[in-house]
Each structure stands twice: as structure tokens, then as C-alpha cells.
């Protein structure tokens, strides 16, 4: 585990035109708080399969140039709704908590965008398209909202979409499909004052990741008898994942204060889950199932750790780093990866305004392919927002530092 401050090494960050689209759907199960309690209904016949990979164009990286006069060009600033930046693909939104890519080929690209705030789900695409999809009714007190999107493990087929959100009575996931009501797919999870914020992740296996706050206890995070401060995995009907560490419980791994967002490889080898503390951020490598105490493991030392808290949302797994999006820092933290997968280096800085163009507060962060994520801003949400905000734009994969160790 390493620990330190932002690092000071810097990178430019090339970006990619285009659109992303946002779309929503539903299903169902009720859960409490106890585990001993829980109440689990049937999965459906779904046959697992790789969460969609939308086919973009190769994102050119241009050239470094030798001479240190040769200046990027200036982007003109928003007028209105309309922005300039050819990688922001949408605007004029509010508080983009939660992105999830549209399986797609060709140029165009879509993703869902949700609002934390408002619940409202908008479908945006790289031709111009900006449709209202779906609404959730949430309560976003405190920081929770509609947090996390995800699509279906098995959305070629079902066309369902995963949200967590926060209820008037608990925080919860739903599941929708376009033109239909959401579902309760897990509920129960605690509400507090605080630590209400969730994150969802289709894993290649396909099953589901659910990451939980602790609302607002710390003591939740390590109990075994509760769904607060989790890592759990479930089956896209939202019963527990059949091989879990403890048959018949959701739960995965323990000791989250307040998740960020879920990042997977591909091939579903490594897990990220990110965490803001309470006085540190950090990321942590989700645990492969070992059995730890009353068999659930625990998170464990960090890979890393941000003292200085920058607010870590949502993350990328490019397989040499991570990119972890922050909202306070309002920049990229890329961290390099070593061979056997740890953490290598200090964070290269990008998408600070200096290193690549800023889009202030980043309030989450999805990737699209082998090269490209989407990203939300939530600079409505105590940030300074400017005419366009809050705006879904495109981020290319930074090229490794070569900080990591050997």
C-alpha cells in the first residue's frame, strides 16, 4: 500500500468528440437491514455475460511537441447552453452523479446521465440527441440522490438498467426498462445523515456490485449484521451472489465510509472501489471472496490514500493505472500500475486546467471502452458552474507515466 499527497507530475490529456446517451429500466426484491433478516426472491434465467463494450473510433494521441512555444488552441468560453469543447457531449444539466455507456458502433456514442438531485435520467448521443428518459422519485438529502447507474449484466438481452438510489426511507437499488416503473431489486440498505451515497458495477461475470455507505456510523462499516459500509454482489434479480463468501448474504467485503464509484478489468481480474473518509479518501482493491471475519472479508489497507481529500468519485481501469475523478480536486488522479497490479507511483494530474482542460467538480466517471470514459460534472452542487454546467463530457486514457515500479 502506498500513501501520499497528489502528485506533482503532469500529463496533457487528449480528449474525443462526441455525444453520450442516457437511457433507463426496471425489476425486483426486498432485503433488510440484518443480514439474519434478509428476504431474498428468485433470480431470473439470465445467462451471465461481459457488460456491453460500446465500438468507438481509436482516440488519436497527438503528438508532443518539441518546441515549448507552440501553445494548444483556446477553446472560446460556453455561450449559453452551447459549449464550444468538442469533447463535452452534453449540457445545461444538473448535478451528473451518475453516467452509465450505451452499448453502440460507429461514431455515434450515447450514455445515460442521471441527476442527484432531481432523479431525472436524460439520453444524450454524440449527434445532438438530449431526451428526458426516465424520472426516479428520490431524496436527496444530505448527499444522496440518485447516486449510481449501471446497465444490465445482461442488457443485450433484457435492455434493464440498475440505479442506486436514496428513498425517503432507506437507500435502495431499482432496476427499469424504458417506458416502465422502476422496481425495487434490494432494499433495506440504512439511511442517515450522512453516507447515503452508492455505487453499482455490471461485473464480467455477470453479477452485480452494490457499494454502500455507512449512514453517517462508522461502526456499521465493520458489522456483519448489516448492509452499511459494504461491498456486496448480487444476481441481476438481486439475490445474493451464489459463490459469496457467506451463503445466502449479499455481502462481499466490508469497511466503506462514503463509496465513490466501482471500476473493473475487462476480464473481471481486478476490482476498484474508491471511498471518501473521514479524514482521508483512498482506493481500495475489492477482495476476491477470501473469507475473512464471520465470513466476509475486509477491505484492508488501501492502495493508495489522498489525505488532503479531493472527494474521489467514479474510476477507470486502463490496466497500466486507474484514473480516479475527483469533485473537490475537480481534476483526474491517474495512478500507475505496476505488473502484478499495484499501485506504482504518485497520481499524474490531469483535467486541472493546466494538464488538460478543467470541467470543475467531477461527480462521476464510467468507461466506455479500451480508451475513452464519460465523465459528469456536478459543479451545481457547491461548485462554480458556468452557463453550460452541468455538462457529460469524454476523457481519453492517459498514457502511462512510467512512474510504477518494476
Keep these: 500500500m502506498r500513501g501520499?499527497?497528489?502528485?506533482?507530475?503532469?500529463?496533457?490529456?487528449?480528449?474525443?468528440?462526441?455525444?453520450?446517451?442516457l437511457l433507463v429500466l426496471s425489476g425486483c426484491a426486498d432485503f433488510e437491514d440484518e443480514a439474519s433478516g434478509e428476504r431474498w426472491?428468485?433470480?431470473?434465467?439470465?445467462?451471465?455475460?461481459?457488460?456491453?463494450?460500446p465500438q468507438l473510433p481509436e482516440a488519436e494521441t497527438p503528438d508532443v511537441p518539441s518546441a515549448p512555444e507552440q501553445q494548444?488552441?483556446?477553446?472560446?468560453?460556453?455561450?449559453?447552453?452551447?459549449?464550444?469543447?468538442?469533447?463535452v457531449i452534453a449540457t445545461c444539466l444538473d448535478t451528473v452523479s451518475a453516467v452509465a455507456p450505451l452499448p453502440g458502433g460507429g461514431q455515434v456514442i450515447s450514455a445515460l446521465a442521471g441527476e442527484r438531485r432531481s432523479g431525472r435520467?436524460?439520453?444524450?448521443?454524440?449527434?445532438?440527441?438530449?431526451?428526458?428518459?426516465?424520472?426516479?422519485d428520490v431524496a436527496a438529502t444530505g448527499d444522496g440522490g440518485l447516486t449510481s447507474l449501471a446497465?444490465?449484466?445482461?442488457?443485450?438481452?433484457?435492455?434493464?438498467?440498475?440505479?442506486?438510489?436514496?428513498?425517503p426511507e432507506d437507500n435502495r437499488v431499482v432496476r427499469f426498462a424504458r417506458g416502465q416503473e422502476p422496481k425495487p431489486v434490494l432494499t433495506g440498505i440504512p439511511k442517515g445523515p450522512s453516507g447515503n451515497a452508492g455505487a453499482l458495477l455490471a461485473t464480467a461475470d455477470g453479477s452485480l456490485l452494490v457499494a454502500t455507505g455507512n449512514a453517517g456510523d462508522a461502526a456499521k462499516a465493520g458489522r456483519a449484521g448489516t448492509l452499511s459500509g459494504k461491498v456486496l454482489r448480487i444476481d441481476p434479480s438481486g439475490a445474493p451472489a451464489s459463490d459469496n463468501p457467506r451463503n445466502g448474504s449479499p455481502v462481499l467485503a466490508s469497511g466503506l465510509t462514503a463509496p465513490g464509484g466501482l471500476c473493473q478489468t475487462?476480464?473481471?481480474?481486478?476490482?476498484?472501489?474508491?471511498?471518501?473518509?473521514?479524514?482521508?479518501?483512498?482506493?481500495?482493491?475489492?477482495?476476491?471472496?477470501?473469507?475473512?471475519?464471520?465470513?466476509?472479508?475486509?477491505?484492508?489497507?488501501?492502495?493508495?490514500?489522498?489525505?488532503d481529500k479531493p472527494g474521489v468519485?467514479?474510476?477507470?481501469?486502463?490496466?497500466?493505472?486507474?484514473a480516479v475523478a475527483t469533485s473537490h480536486g475537480e481534476n483526474v488522479q491517474n495512478l500507475p500500475l505496476t505488473q502484478d497490479g499495484s499501485v506504482g507511483g504518485e497520481p499524474q494530474v490531469t483535467m486541472d486546467g493546466d494538464n488538460g482542460p478543467?470541467?470543475?467538480?467531477?461527480?462521476?466517471?464510467?468507461?466506455?471502452?479500451?480508451?475513452?470514459?464519460v465523465a459528469g460534472t456536478v459543479n451545481k452542487d457547491g461548485g462554480k458552474p458556468g452557463s453550460s454546467d452541468d455538462r457529460v463530457v469524454l476523457i481519453v486514457r492517459q498514457p502511462s507515466g512510467g512512474s510504477g515500479r518494476d
Design 4 to 21: 501520499g499527497r497528489l502528485g506533482q507530475r503532469r500529463w496533457s490529456v487528449p480528449l474525443v468528440l462526441a455525444v453520450s446517451g
Design 41 to 53: 426472491s428468485a433470480a431470473p434465467e439470465l445467462s451471465p455475460e461481459r457488460g456491453p463494450q
Design 72 to 87: 494548444p488552441t483556446k477553446v472560446p468560453p460556453p455561450e449559453g447552453c452551447k459549449d464550444f469543447d468538442q469533447a
Design 121 to 136: 435520467v436524460m439520453l444524450v448521443d454524440s449527434n445532438g440527441t438530449k431526451n428526458r428518459f426516465a424520472e426516479l
Design 151 to 167: 446497465l444490465s449484466p445482461t442488457y443485450a438481452e433484457d435492455r434493464l438498467v440498475y440505479a442506486y438510489v436514496t428513498t
Design 266 to 307: 475487462p476480464d473481471g481480474s481486478r476490482t476498484w472501489v474508491t471511498d471518501r473518509g473521514a479524514d482521508k479518501d483512498a482506493l481500495f482493491a475489492v477482495p476476491d471472496g477470501a473469507d475473512g471475519p464471520d465470513g466476509v472479508a475486509e477491505l484492508g489497507s488501501p492502495a493508495w490514500t489522498w489525505p
Design 313 to 322: 468519485t467514479g474510476c477507470a481501469d486502463w490496466t497500466d493505472s486507474v
Design 358 to 373: 478543467s470541467y470543475g467538480r467531477l461527480g462521476s466517471l464510467s468507461q466506455v471502452s479500451e480508451n475513452v470514459s
